[in-house]
């Protein structure tokens, strides 16, 4: 029965995931760099000068008080713009990256893998979280590329 829950708990979390990826690849698309930040902040938590001059926007997605999601995004002018989503707590390890193309007819294909960070440990979920995007259509593994 727990092993259920958890499946259950993590392919919701994995779908909620793809949402996310595509509301903040539509941002990148059709918002300033301050409309961006302002929409995706956290409260209180606006870029420093430094992340502003260079156009980077970073802020936490949290699941729950156990899973949480470490994104960056990447607006800089005149280059391609990108997103980092790192997991950590249950989904330490989830590494998501999306290279954002110019044409916004032109599919993103986000890429996961599972890279923990050295020093870190692997969330007991991270593994399964993994699994779960890649059989999102249009996501892939790395080592599909």
Known sequence: MFGHKRRSAIKARAK???RMVMLLTDGLYTKSYDQFVERFSNPGGGPYETARNARISRFEMRFSPTCWYEATASLYENAQHWIRIEGAGDDCGVFVSVRVPD???VPSCPQVDL???RG?????????????????PGWRGVAAI
């Open 16 to 18: 909620l995931m793809g």
């Open 103 to 105: 044409d916004a007819n």
């Open 115 to 117: 890279h923990v960070p």
């Open 120 to 136: 870190a440990k692997r969330g007991h979920d991270a593994g399964a979280m993994v699994r779960a995007l890649q059989d999102i």
